[in-house]
T-cell receptor
Framework: EDQVTQSPEALRLQEGESSSLNCSYT??????LFWYRQDPGKGPEFLFT???AGEEKEKERLKATLTKKESFLHITAPKPEDSATYLC????????????FGKGTRLSVIA | KAGVTQTPRYLIKTRGQQVTLSCSPI?????VSWYQQTPGQGLQFLFE???????NKGNFPGRFSGRQFSNSRSEMNVSTLELGDSALYLC???????????FGPGTRLLVL
């Protein structure tokens, strides 16, 4: 069974204190790995899609990387507005398989 | 381009009732997926519709059902509501199944 594990469950950072969130997965092959941001009471907002090991993508203070077993979301010099839950999801390559989500990392950035 | 819309945004029902939730995908998107999100279980896949056909189904009881119309709008129905059905129900759309899913704001369902 495909599984996605995110760590840590919660992370508290001071403004400007860089860190990384981890997403490890077990899936037979990988069609894509997706990162989303979710604010309380809202739907997930798409951030990145990664397709192959070694791939990296950046957006503002966020950078996502992918290896054969895990992905990292690096947050550089975070600001309070980066506080949210960050979700990782994977899609297996066989057929039209649905996304499998991790339970997320709840990030709090304190001014 | 308008995003995914879901109605209603909030709903309160009592045990045993049924409920219908609606989702309008992004224009041009033909695939609609539904998810249930709870604090304990996270996001769990309910079902996916593509061109009015259910293409995938998650591990939920038959009380959960859905359909898709010719304009790609989708509805999901939950019959005989239970307390454990209280959750945020999210809809996501894509042009095709293998592409990035874009989520709506969700419908918050509370079952009393």
């Amino acid at each position: 069974e495909d599984q996605v594990t995110q760590s840590p469950e919660a992370l508290r950072l001071q403004e400007g204190e860089s860190s990384s969130l981890n997403c490890s997965y077990t899936v037979s092959g990988l069609r894509g790995l997706f990162w989303y941001r979710q604010d309380p009471g809202k739907g997930p907002e798409f951030l990145f899609t990664l397709y192959s090991a070694g791939e990296e993508k950046e957006k503002e203070r966020l950078k996502a990387t992918l290896t054969k077993k895990e992905s990292f979301l690096h947050i550089t010099a975070p600001k309070p507005e980066d506080s949210a839950t960050y979700l990782c999801a994977v899609q297996a390559p066989s057929g039209n398989t649905p996304l499998v989500f991790g339970k997320g990392t709840r990030l709090s950035v304190i001014a | 381009k308008a995003g995914v819309t879901q109605t209603p945004r909030y709903l309160i029902k009592t045990r045993g009732q049924q409920v219908t939730l609606s989702c309008s995908p992004i224009s041009g998107h033909r695939s609609v997926s539904w998810y249930q999100q709870t604090p304990g279980q996270g996001l769990q896949f309910l079902f996916e519709y593509f061109s009015e056909t259910q293409r995938n189904k998650g591990n939920f009881p038959g009380r959960f059902s859905g359909r898709q119309f010719s304009n790609s709008r989708s509805e999901m129905n939950v019959s005989t509501l239970e307390l454990g059905d209280s959750a945020l129900y999210l809809c996501a759309s894509t042009m095709a199944s293998a592409e990035t899913q874009y989520f709506g704001p969700g419908t918050r369902l509370l079952v009393l």
